[in-house]
């Protein structure tokens, strides 16, 4: 999305839920004057006439999108979704195509008459708006990220509100005057669940660099994380405003590396070495300056980095892309279709947990235990021991790389072909464990 200067505002991801209307976020629109989508295997980018739909109460939005040529996704029923079920959030984050995370429904929240559907699958802010489907691939939910408290809160608006949207739809509404209109205040669902996911990182301390008299438009600024967990690829425009009041320049930083959890990094950028005198003259821009996180990449289990910033695997190659980079080519390691990606995670898991099962069987046992991480833990890669805030003990039974928790996170133990995984909430990846005296 863009503002009325062709300057990028956010980024989401979206999904056609009938003959040229695509669902997304009410926030990933907010303050935009135009806009453009592109569809996952094309490269031209589709004009966005407007919207034909809107609920600000759940952050829904309903946009007219020219020469759209996909199917729409089959709706699911999100009133027959529990605690424990298996999920995929989809999205196309940085110009990806068709990337997903699964997780599960780790909590269904009661706000008033309203509901929301809580998943563990993690949700980078350029993943925001798109699809939550269910192991039969019909949609139960749209994927929203909030920031609050330093954690990263991942949610599924339950599609049963989208589809009373997409059943009455209305004229379109020109893009400027629809974004407009939302500033309006109206109560949602998320003003108690924190502000939008790109507020877990902050831009702070821009300063020019003075080597002697000479200077030619470098600065230093700080990116710091607020989240509990590591971040990297953070983009960021920033825009430079006179003493009138109007922008005289932009500047991007795009920073590949991970930042850890609660720390800042100085990374460095450049513009017009005139924009020192246009904004003050001093060591810092004396005038309005604003900044824009517009993505970052959330460092989980299944990432190629630790917390620790080591690499896991060998990265995908090549810069990180800008903001209006094309997308590149879905067959990239790392990368996978989400029509391929249930059958080979269904078959992978269902042969490893028969072969749990015969060495750790979960028996007679509870479908599903919830309960929270108690403290320390012993051992290290495939031998950890977990104890539970329930008074349980579990261990790990798996290969898995192990985190060390810096607070107590939820955790999940569910029944799976005869034996018991684990998924901690906030972490992507899952281990199987067995319950020991």
């Not at 040529?69 to 195509?97: C, F």
């Not at 699958?121 to 920031?147: D, L, R, Y």
């Not at 599924?156 to 500033?183: C, F, H």
Request: proline residues 5%.
């Amino acid at each position: 999305m863009e503002d009325s200067k062709g300057q990028p505002l956010a980024m989401g991801s979206g999904f056609v839920v009938k003959d040229g209307v695509i669902a997304t976020n009410l926030h990933v629109i907010e303050g935009a004057s135009q806009g453009y989508a592109k569809q996952a295997d094309r490269k031209e980018r589709l004009s966005i006439k407007g919207t034909v739909g809107i609920d600000a109460a759940r952050d829904v939005v309903l946009l007219s999108v020219e020469d759209v040529k996909a199917d729409a996704l089959p709706m699911g029923d999100s009133k027959q979704v529990a605690v424990g079920d298996e999920i995929y959030a989809v999205g196309n984050p940085r110009g990806l195509e068709g990337t997903f995370s699964a997780g599960i429904i780790s909590s269904i929240r009661r706000i008033g008459d309203d509901s929301l559907l809580q998943i563990t699958a993690p949700i980078s802010p350029g993943s925001s708006g798109g699809p939550v489907v269910n192991s039969k691939g019909e949609v139960i939910g749209v994927a929203a990220a909030t920031f609050s408290g330093g954690q990263n809160l991942n949610f599924a608006i339950p599609s049963e509100y989208l589809s009373a949207l997409a059943s009455a739809t209305t004229p379109t509404v020109p893009l400027g005057k629809a974004a407009a209109g939302t500033k309006q205040k109206v109560k949602s669902l998320f003003d108690d669940l924190g502000g939008r996911s790109t507020g877990g990182v902050k831009v702070e301390q821009l300063l020019w660099d003075l080597p002697g008299n000479a200077f030619n438009g470098e600065f230093s600024l700080s990116l710091r994380n607020e989240l509990r967990e590591p971040v990297r690829n953070v983009s960021c425009l920033l825009v430079f405003y006179g003493r009138d009041g109007q922008p005289v320049e932009t500047g991007t930083i795009q920073y590949k590396g991970t930042i850890a959890a609660g720390l800042a990094k100085r990374v460095r950028g450049n513009v017009d070495g005139s924009v020192k005198k246009l904004t003050g003259n001093g060591d810092s821009p004396q005038t309005k300056l604003e900044f824009r996180i517009l993505y970052f990449d959330l460092v989980t289990g299944d990432d190629t980095q630790d917390g620790r910033g080591n690499e896991l695997i060998t990265p995908i190659p090549g810069e990180t892309p800008d903001p209006t980079a094309e997308p590149q080519q879905s067959d990239r390691p790392g990368v996978v279709r989400p029509q391929d990606a249930e059958e080979a995670l269904r078959k992978i898991e269902k042969e490893l947990a028969e072969a749990v099962a015969k060495i750790a069987p979960a028996g007679n046992g509870p479908d599903l235990i919830e309960s929270k991480i108690d403290g320390e833990f012993s051992g290290w890669d495939g031998e950890t021991i977990f104890k539970l805030s329930n008074g349980q003990i579990w261990q790990q039974v798996t290969y898995g790389y192990t985190y060390r928790y810096a607070y107590s996170p939820k955790v999940f133990i569910i029944k799976t072909n005869g034996a018991y995984k684990m998924k901690v909430d906030g972490v992507s990846s899952t281990i199987f464990v067995k319950q020991i005296k």
